[in-house]
């Protein structure tokens, strides 16, 4: 701890603050990605399920298999917005972190 000045924890603190201003933007877009990854796959399922004849489980199974990958694709960009939000929890605690460090610098400082 002694290595670091106040300038340096500030400068520190300041790059987590823009860097989880930037990932609440990122998390914005991937939780619009996963709303319409979601309802792609949705309006395909519906769709696959009522242009299928037969019974209730071939109709089922027509459309889990029509709609593969958009399930893949709506798997993976909840994926990517859980990921997102375990890094700006990352971030704030962190901060957090840098927070409580600056603190102890000023009183070591003051000594």
Same mark, same amino acid.
Request: glycine fraction near 2%.
């Given at each position: 701890?002694?290595?670091?000045?106040?300038? &340096?924890?500030? &400068?520190?603190?300041?790059?987590?603050?823009?860097?989880?201003?930037?990932?609440?933007?990122?998390? =914005?877009?991937?939780? &619009?990605?996963?709303?319409?990854?979601?309802?792609?796959?949705?309006?395909?399922? =519906? &769709?696959?399920?009522?242009?299928?004849?037969?019974?209730?489980?071939?109709?089922?199974?027509?459309?889990?298999?029509?709609?593969?990958?958009?399930?893949?694709?709506?798997?993976?960009?909840?994926?990517?917005?859980?990921?997102?939000? =375990?890094?700006?929890?990352?971030?704030?605690?962190?901060?957090?972190?840098?927070?409580?460090?600056? =603190?102890?610098?000023?009183?070591?400082?003051?000594?």
């Amino acid at each position: 701890m002694s290595n670091l000045t106040p300038s &340096e924890i500030v &400068e520190t603190l300041a790059n987590i603050s823009k860097e989880i201003d930037e990932t609440t933007v990122e998390l =914005a877009d991937l939780d &619009e990605a996963q709303v319409r990854a979601r309802q792609e796959y949705k309006r395909a399922y =519906a &769709e696959s399920f009522l242009r299928t004849d037969g019974s209730m489980d071939v109709r089922r199974y027509t459309a889990e298999l029509a709609t593969s990958d958009l399930v893949l694709a709506y798997e993976i960009a909840e994926q990517k917005h859980r990921a997102c939000v =375990a890094h700006l929890k990352a971030l704030r605690d962190r901060l957090e972190v840098g927070r409580s460090i600056g =603190a102890l610098v000023r009183l070591e400082w003051q000594a």
